[in-house]
């Protein structure tokens, strides 16, 4: 399993609510930022998140295909936060 959908599963968070953060994810990255915060995950297990994302990006990808989504919109979502066309 993937070590983003672990330590989710292991925080006890649904897997409703954590397909729900990967749809906000894939759709719209600043809003997925919001609903992270929402879900209260203690800031030990947030940081230790973001190093293992700092530490292999990649396991978005594999997290959001895990779960059946389209990875192709996490891209767009991402051009269009570079280019400033949100």
Do not use: C, H
């Not at 894939?26 to 190093?51: R, V």
């Not at 530490?55 to 979502?77: C, F, H, M, R, T």
Request: proline content about 5%; aromatic content about 4%.
């Amino acid at each position: 399993m993937n070590p983003i959908l672990q330590i989710l599963k292991e925080l006890n968070i649904s897997d409703e609510k954590i397909n729900e953060l990967f749809q906000a994810l894939t759709e719209n990255p600043m809003m997925a930022m919001a609903f992270i915060s929402q879900l209260n995950i203690p800031a030990d297990k947030l940081q230790e998140i973001m190093s293992i994302v700092m530490a292999d990006p990649g396991l978005i990808e594999e997290a959001v295909n895990e779960l059946g989504l389209d990875y192709s919109k996490v891209e767009e979502a991402k051009a269009k936060l570079t280019t400033g066309n949100a």
